[in-house]
């Protein structure tokens, strides 16, 4: 056992292992209903369309209620919104797969989109507070992991359930696991000795508003907006774009995103063993992003063969993942104390803005018959990303000097 893992702390793997689970649930939750979607379909005689605004409902309410969940978060405590967050989220996909009419989708998916709005500022608060500063990136970095566990698993097992059980067995499936997701949780809500490092941050949580709308914070937005921006053009349109752009065959263009995909994963594991290694945050997010950009620029620009493109694009992505714990450092970071929940309130509603727009930026681009530009433009925002990371890193430090002057 290296030295590392045996400086944990019991209390520091529960809180860990438990906070997890729950953004695992958090991923997994979100990916439930668009592969049942056929079915969803067929069961409630409606039209796809009326299914995806099921979803727009989804990421309005949780845009919107993001934020003010972060003010709750630090007033009332961390783990008993993530506790309700799991529970209200399990109920409502219980609820779901008992009724499956379209009214109650969409009343489920404005109490899912409720629900998700805890998970950000909940989870960070409690990994924040509860792990010691020497392992806080890589608690940072396997908590994202599970995030992407919980979005890879959910398909196969809601598909799965489905078949062997029907529609409302596998929406009562998800509800279930939410469910049993939150009982440590609020088990360790109702004592207060569970996570006792979080109390000297909890007895600062009475800040105002303004006093944590900061630049720094607003900056931080601003730069989660731009990463969004920069990653879900590939993630979303690179198999388009491929396609269209070199005549890349749709198996071998789903092969190099699975190859980003499964990377960025592992690219966050690694990602949060440095984070751990070294202060400078930003730049090692702008030196991670640097190097991503220039591949999706060669992957853009280059018809490159298969394997190569499958490699470039997992090497990638493996950098994109690398850099998520630093990310999240820098947040920590920007945070006024006792505010870390409330800060990752507002700094990740940069992910629902860039969510919002960067899909009509895109879509755009490939309506006008530029699927080459979809890459570029992705480098584009990759570049305002970095230069934004290597100003965070760097303000300090000259603010620093200069008050030695």
């Known amino acids: 056992m290296s030295r590392a893992r045996a400086n944990w702390t019991p209390q520091e793997w529960r809180t860990l292992l438990t906070v997890a689970a729950a953004h695992l649930v958090s991923h997994l939750h979100i990916l439930v209903l668009p592969p049942l979607f056929p079915l969803l379909r067929a069961r409630m005689d409606v039209s796809f369309v009326e299914l995806g605004v099921a979803l727009t409902v989804f990421n309005v309410v949780s845009a919107l209620t993001q934020a003010p969940i972060g003010f709750l978060t630090d007033r009332l405590g961390p783990r008993k919104v993530l506790a309700a967050g799991l529970a209200l989220g399990g109920a409502s996909y219980v609820a779901l797969g008992l009724s499956c009419t379209y009214p109650t989708l969409l009343l489920a998916a404005a109490t899912l989109g409720l629900a998700n709005s805890v998970y950000h500022p909940s989870d960070y608060a409690i990994l924040g507070g509860a792990i010691a500063e020497a392992r806080v990136g890589r608690a940072f970095s396997i908590h994202t992991f599970a995030g992407y566990l919980g979005g890879a698993i959910a398909p196969p097992l809601m598909l799965g359930v489905a078949a062997l ?241």
């Not at 929406?171 to 939150?182: E, P, V």
């Not at 990653?231 to 979303?236: A, H, L, M, R, W």
């Not at 202060?279 to 853009?300: K, M, N, S, T």
């Open 165 to 405: 059980g029907g529609l409302p067995a596998a929406l009562m499936t998800a509800g279930a696991i939410g469910l049993l997701t939150a009982v440590p949780l609020l088990r360790a809500a109702l004592n207060d000795q569970a996570l006792a490092p979080l109390a000297p941050r909890q007895a600062e949580s009475r800040l105002p508003l303004l006093a944590v709308l900061t630049p720094a914070v607003l900056g931080m937005t601003f730069f989660f907006t731009m990463l969004n921006l920069a990653t879900s053009g590939v993630q979303n349109f690179a198999v388009t774009a491929l396609n269209a752009a070199f005549g890349t065959s749709l198996g071998v263009a789903n092969t190099a995103l699975t190859a980003w995909l499964a990377l960025s994963a592992a690219g966050v594991l690694l990602g949060g063993v440095i984070a751990d290694r070294t202060a400078r945050h930003g730049e090692v997010a702008a030196l991670g992003f640097g190097l991503c950009a220039a591949l999706v620029l060669l992957v853009g620009l280059v018809p490159l063969p298969a394997v190569l493109l499958v490699a470039v694009l997992g090497v990638a992505g493996l950098l994109s993942g690398l850099i998520m714990p630093s990310r999240d450092m820098l947040v920590r970071r920007a945070s006024p104390p006792g505010a870390l929940g409330r800060t990752f309130g507002i700094v990740t509603t940069g992910f629902n803005i860039g969510g919002a727009t960067g899909p009509l930026i895109y879509a755009a681009l490939l309506d006008r018959g530029q699927p080459q530009a979809v890459f570029l433009v992705s480098v584009g925002f990759m570049v305002v990303t970095i230069a934004y990371a290597l100003v965070t890193e760097h303000r300090p430090r000259r603010a620093a000097l200069a008050a030695a002057e």
